[in-house]
């Protein structure tokens, strides 16, 4: 796939929904208008939403629609530059120094004194700090990709702040400076995407540089249309009612509210016990899939069966 290609299937915001409908994202108009926007303003997107939702997986999607490499960046508490960046590979460095041992001591000969000896290795330091001896990390990697690539930042805000501050440098420009080497600018700007959780706010110049997009819980229809295609096999009269069930969920005050994620287990779970629809006693049974903690599972089933009931009309 050439850059040419991937121009082409940002031609339209339906273009892009209908692509990502492909390869099994199914998307609101929203999110398809601010994929349209990053990529002709050359920006990145900053995705937040409750866990879930699909912010990892429209990375994910976009990379299958577009046939590039999908580069991640998992952010922790204590992520620093090498980690993300590059590193040297010292133990490399170590085995090749062994081996030219010999051609080292041939090197040396002749040499007066220390600084004589120092000199000549320093006219050889550069080989072990040449591009053979790097080893990129995800945000160095994404930049040497000569077709470009997704770059995912997942769970950005999981990150320090002064990590944070480092990634906006790099975003800026697309460019690094490695001291050994040089700069290195992308051959190609990789499309990036930053997830969110919102266990910190994100600072004001990470989201100047972005394009923000909130992703919520689906309504019913595109819930619907997720399940259907993520899960093809629940038959029509099911999908609607387990859709049904959980929408009611999300409104009860709750430690852990379903996911989509969760949705799309319960569906498979529902095909797995080749269930035709949904019934009271088949909800009992699986409500673990969807709930997580056992208070919430208990709140469920004080209300289950008016719930069930207007789940199946």
């Known amino acids: 796939m050439n850059r040419v290609d991937n121009l082409n299937k940002f031609e339209g915001i339906e273009d892009i929904r209908s692509g990502l409908e492909s390869m099994g994202y199914v998307c609101s108009r929203e999110i398809g208008t601010t994929l349209y926007l990053a990529h002709h303003l050359h920006k990145p997107i900053l995705v937040e939403g409750p866990a879930g ?27 620093d530059e090498s980690k993300a960046l590059y590193e040297w590979k010292y133990g490399k460095q170590l085995l090749y120094t062994q081996i030219l041992k010999d051609k080292l001591n041939d090197l040396l000969k002749g040499a007066e004194g220390l600084t004589g000896a120092m000199a000549r290795v320093q006219a050889y330091d550069d080989i072990f700090f040449s591009e ?13 990709q000569k077709d470009g690539a997704v770059l995912l930042v997942d769970e950005v805000d999981k990150s320090d702040p002064e990590f944070e501050a480092f990634l906006l440098e790099v ?23 930053l997830t ?25 229809k595109l819930e619907q249309q997720i399940v259907r ?15 049904a069930f959980v929408q009611q969920v999300r409104d009860l005050d709750l430690r852990k509210v379903p996911s989509v994620s969760e949705t799309l287990d319960w569906a498979r779970v529902l095909v797995l016990l080749n269930a035709r629809e949904l019934t009271p006693e088949m909800i009992k049974e699986t409500l673990n899939v969807i709930l997580k903690f056992e208070a919430d599972i208990e709140v469920v089933k004080e209300g289950l069966y008016p719930m069930a009931e207007k789940a199946v009309r």
């Open 53 to 79: 939702v699909g912010k990892t997986e429209l990375a994910k999607a976009t990379a299958a629609y577009l046939d590039l490499p999908l580069i991640r960046l998992q952010c922790y508490e204590g992520l």
């Open 132 to 144: 053979h001896f790097l080893a990129p990390r995800p945000l160095l990697l994404a930049l040497q």
């Open 171 to 193: 975003l800026s420009d697309f460019q690094v400076s490695v001291p050994e080497l040089g700069t290195i600018h992308a051959e190609i700007r990789p499309y990036v995407f």
């Open 196 to 220: 969110s959780n919102n266990t910190r706010e994100m600072s004001e110049a990470l989201k100047r540089r972005c394009l923000h997009l909130f992703i919520p819980f689906p309504d019913a």
């Open 229 to 243: 295609a993520r899960v093809p096999d629940v038959p029509d009269r099911l999908r609607v009612q387990l859709v």
